[in-house]
Nanobody
Framework: QVQLVESGGRSVQAGGSLRLSCTAS????????MAWFRQVPGKEREFVGA????????NYANSVKGRFTISRENTKNTVYLQMNSLRPEDTAVYYC??????????????????WGQGTQVTVSS
């Protein structure tokens, strides 16, 4: 199975930018569609965006569309989440996830088979 490790989370001012990384090991990243989710305490995990195995098809939550971009470098076994124009409401733990159905870019938590441990993003006003 694949192991996922997120990195890059930190505190940032509103309006700033941040890039998160998710590195896979154990199996090639190209075997999976990949997604980013986020979660704040007391709330359900929320879809941020997803990309199919090649990066050709992507899907984003309305709340981040136009501000966040997912990209992937399969040769480096890494997927990225570029976050621009950050807002305090983007504060959350961000998780990457892998879906064995390579062609999809599903927004559903239950479609993902593997998860990272999460990285904290804090946006201050």
């Amino acid at each position: 199975q694949v192991q996922l490790v997120e990195s890059g989370g930190r505190s940032v001012q509103a309006g700033g930018s941040l890039r998160l990384s998710c590195t896979a090991s154990g199996r090639p990243l190209s075997w999976y569609a990949m997604a980013w989710f986020r979660q704040v305490p007391g709330k359900e995990r929320e879809f941020v965006g997803a990309v199919n195995w090649s990066g050709a098809n992507s899907n984003y939550a309305n709340s981040v569309k136009g501000r966040f971009t997912i990209s992937r470098e399969n040769t480096k076994n890494t997927v990225y989440l570029q976050m621009n124009s950050l807002r305090p409401e983007d504060t959350a733990v961000y998780y990457c996830a892998a879906d064995s159905s390579r062609q999809t870019s599903s927004p559903l938590v239950n479609d993902y088979d593997y998860w990272g441990q999460g990285t904290q993003v804090t946006v201050s006003s």
